[in-house]
């Protein structure tokens, strides 16, 4: 079988985590079996689909190294083609127009509440003659199309996931709404599950890989298919993703879209590598920290959990810190430039920044945790509370004093490593104290606080400013 999958989001918000760990499921199930991975685009509610959502679904799947084939299909544009579809359920006698008002249904449904019933329609109009079908023409009202779902039916698939699935017709609601309402002689907007199976049928789409919220869909799903004579395709439902407190993950948690995750400072080799195992147990002798394109060649969904997956931030944070101690440093130096400019920093040099990223690198989780640490290196720093402190002790501004003084006779503007460390050897000896007052006292006036890397080498790169004079006569 030629394996076509698809991701078929709504452009009626960002990409979402739960959507784009879907894309990699597909894609990497693509992958795996030499197939095609296709983008539908889901555009039918046109009051809440945009164009900035479209852009941004795009950006991240791209952002994740999730490239699709094919050009996307946009579902608004086949609205002939499911209207056609609706026409032949209707002339194979498997739809009829039903034109119970929003009122009466909404009594039945109290009716069914009060009788402590699930809610569900009860095919009033199923067989309505000619006769009573004028009648309502006759008084204006204006049918929804509904597809025929037999009580009596049981509905069954083997779930590459959850295996095998069994669903009885019973519990689908009753006659299912496939075309809003719209004047009698004409056929409405067609709905969800009517427009998906028209559209992975005309795709070709072999497998639908999906979260478990469509599993219902999936049963009314296979209906219509057998209903139009359509090969069904294989059906996989991937588990949701849960936060910390068991919940579904939603806008409450704050971060859910992947530009935002982006925006934080996470990594996109970080977040597809940690979004994969949101599901995906890794086999044994296989490493968790693995790059997609590594790992497609034994995704297998014989490995996907069925139970939910929870989201964690610390195994996330602890993969994208990995990940930015592993990289190259003109790799991160790439990643913080853009970050720096817009902080209106600029880089002495290529080697210079070379250097600093190779100072702060180690201790960074997110990329923008080089931001923080790097403000000192441009801007002067605000003082702590730790370096107010350090700054209060007698000796510090003698300490001060001396390696300013030394620093104005010195021929060179810029301080090297050895001169940094013999000034510093000198400050000890001269004003009799021990190196480690020097040393805080140094890095108070020079960053503001007593925590930093290497101040050494925190301090040539700073001297590159002619920065380091300044900020160490503000103390004495
Ligand atoms: N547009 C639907 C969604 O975003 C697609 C569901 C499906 O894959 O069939 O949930």
Redesign the pocket.
């Given at each position: 079988m030629t394996v076509r999958v698809?991701?078929?989001?709504?452009p009626t918000g960002t990409l979402h985590l739960g959507?784009a760990r879907?894309a990699l499921f597909n894609w990497l199930f693509a992958k795996k079996e030499g197939g095609s991975f296709l983008l539908r685009i889901?555009d039918t509610d046109t009051e809440r689909s945009k164009e900035e959502y479209l852009k941004n679904i795009y950006d991240g799947l791209q952002w994740l190294g999730i490239n699709w084939d094919e050009s996307p299909i946009i579902q608004s544009e086949r609205i002939n083609e499911h209207k056609q579809i609706i026409k032949t359920l209707l002339d194979k006698g498997l739809a009829y127009k039903c034109y119970a008002s929003e009122a009466e249904l909404d009594e039945m449904r109290e009716t069914q509440k009060r009788n402590g019933l699930a809610p569900k329609y009860d095919n009033r109009h199923r067989n309505l003659t000619p006769e009573q079908e004028s009648e309502f023409i006759k008084i204006g009202r204006e049918p929804v199309i509904r597809f025929k779902i037999s009580d009596e039916r049981l509905i069954s698939w083997t779930d590459l996931i959850r295996g095998k699935m069994t669903w009885s017709g019973k519990d689908l609601g009753g006659d299912m709404v496939i075309a809003r309402r719209a004047s009698a002689n004409s056929i409405g907007d067609p709905l969800?599950n009517l427009v998906?199976v028209a559209d992975?049928s005309a795709m070709k789409i072999s497998h639908?890989i999906?979260?478990e919220?469509?599993i219902a869909?999936t049963a009314k799903q296979i209906l219509l298919y057998e209903a139009l004579d359509l090969n069904i395709p294989v059906f996989a439902h991937t588990p949701l993703i849960l936060n910390s407190e068991g919940k579904k993950l939603s806008k409450r948690d704050g971060v859910t879209s992947i530009s935002e995750f982006k925006k934080m400072g996470y990594t996109s080799e970080a977040m597809a590598n940690y979004m994969t195992l949101l599901g995906w147990s890794v086999p044994e002798g296989i490493n968790e920290r693995f790059k997609i394109s590594e790992i497609s060649t034994i995704f297998s969904f014989k490995k996907v959990n069925k139970a939910s997956a929870k989201f964690d931030w610390d195994k996330l944070n602890w993969l994208n810190s990995q990940i930015i101690h592993e990289m190259p440093a003109e790799t991160l130096l790439e990643n913080l430039d853009p970050l720096f400019k817009e902080n209106g920093w600029h880089l002495p040099s290529q080697e210079w920044g070379i250097h600093l990223v190779g100072l702060i690198g180690p201790s960074m989780i997110l990329i923008n945790d080089g931001v923080d640490q790097a403000k000192p290196f441009f801007e002067e720093p605000e003082l702590s509370n730790d370096g107010k402190k350090q700054l209060k002790i007698k000796e510090a501004a003698v300490i001060l004093k001396f390696i300013l003084e030394k620093l104005e006779n010195s021929d060179s503007a810029f301080i090297s490593k050895e001169a940094a460390l013999d000034l510093i050897n000198q400050a000890t000896k001269n004003c009799e104290v021990k190196k480690g007052l020097v040393m805080k006292s140094l890095r108070a006036a020079l960053f503001g606080t007593l925590n930093g890397p290497d101040l050494i080498q925190s301090w040539v790169l700073l001297s590159r400013f002619r920065k380091d004079r300044d900020r160490i006569r503000r103390f004495i």
């Open positions: 698809r991701l078929a989001p709504s959507t879907t889901e969800y998906v992975d639908v999906r979260g919220d469509h869909n």
